[in-house]
């Protein structure tokens, strides 16, 4: 498996991940304007926002709420403020303005379910910032922290890593992919999963009968 991904970085063989323009435009906006306001500003907004994102994935019934298009005006407000509260957790830490200006223009758009897609690119505009590289490892199950290791040594040694200050590596487990890898780094891809090569094999079947 590693020397595949050996090869692939070697090669560049990379393809762009798939990413939501919508989401994206979201991103940059809450993005310009927190660094607008100075870098610290930045570091409030991105840690409001990954509560946030772990609220979410979390809890389902805010979950089903952000991704429930027919519900009234006054239900959005009512749960973006359970869900500004769940966000805060214990220590009652206000989010800042930009963090709830930001999902208040979302749930006047209709576009509270790209909020976790808001979030990603926001947290990649901010690792470009600083000048961090983040790579997501997809596994059907968790690496050990030695094949971590091995695939990190192997990723440096690309251009783009080279490029960056840090290196930060995040194991993400999905069962669906069956086994192997899919390492999304930066804003490439190198799909090295068994779903894959399955999805390829019935695609090459289906084109002989």
Known sequence: ?????????????FGRRAASTIALKYSNAVYKAAL????????????????????????PELDGFVHNPSLTTKDRETGLSVL????????????????????????DNARLGET?????????LVALYKGELSVIVTSASPLPKDTLSRLETTLKQSQTAQ??????ITNKVNPSILGGIVV???????????????????SLLQQSV
């Open 1 to 13: 498996m590693l020397s595949s991904a050996r090869s692939a970085v070697a090669s560049a063989g």
């Open 36 to 59: 607008s306001k100075s870098p610290q500003v930045l570091n409030k907004v991105q840690t409001d926002l990954n509560a946030i994102a772990s609220v979410l994935k979390s809890t």
């Open 84 to 107: 500004y509260q769940q966000a805060e957790g214990s220590k009652k830490e206000p989010l800042s303005d930009i963090t709830k200006n930001l999902f208040s223009v979302l749930s």
């Open 116 to 124: 976790l897609g808001v979030i990603e690119g926001f947290n990649e």
């Open 163 to 168: 490029q960056a200050k840090t290196l930060k």
């Open 184 to 202: 999304d780094f930066g804003e490439k891809s190198i799909d090295l999963s068994v779903s894959s090569r399955v999805n390829k094999l019935n």
